[in-house]
């Protein structure tokens, strides 16, 4: 079957599912001012139309944003130093008469021994499921639609 609707649905799905992805990131309300720091993360998206799906891609970090660090987990090589710059894209300074690089090593420790993010619960921030699942109740119609016309018009050529 020619899927030519369905394709358009999912570029058109596709498109807006990383929109939403980056308003997620950056500006939903509900991750009270958002989970930007960088802006790498938002940059790195993209989605490709593969067969009848739709794959959406991001920088690997992006697994853990969303699904946080389970407690002890081995934390990876260079951690302090992506929490040193994450404190510098956040405007976190050291406080107490630590430095930044022991401020970040206490930051990292607590990730180590508690997991992340703490707003969360300790859980990651789910900020993909919410994002596709908002994409879905707004384009789920439009998909099936789609479908229905490509259907339609494989029906048409068999019964013809």
């Keep these: 079957m020619k899927d030519e609707f369905m394709r358009k649905a999912l570029e058109k799905f596709g498109s807006k599912t990383i929109e939403r992805l980056n308003f997620t990131l950056t500006s939903d309300p509900y991750y009270q001012g958002g989970l930007r720091a960088s802006g790498n993360l938002a940059s790195s998206m993209y989605y490709k139309v593969v067969n009848d799906t739709i794959e959406i891609y991001m920088a690997e970090y992006g697994k853990t944003v969303d699904e946080g660090r389970r407690k002890q987990a081995k934390l990876p090589k260079g951690f302090v130093n992506d929490i040193l710059r994450w404190m510098s894209f956040k405007g976190i300074s050291a406080r107490g008469g630590k430095t930044e690089i022991q401020s970040a090593r ?3 420790n607590s990730i180590y021994r508690n997991g992340t993010i703490k ?16 994409s879905m109740n707004v384009f789920g119609d439009d998909l099936l639609t789609a479908f229905m016309k490509d259907l339609e018009t494989e029906l048409d050529k068999i019964i013809k």
């Design 106 to 108: 206490a930051i990292a």
């Design 119 to 134: 707003r969360f619960g300790y859980k990651g921030s789910n900020f993909i499921d919410r994002a596709v699942n908002d």
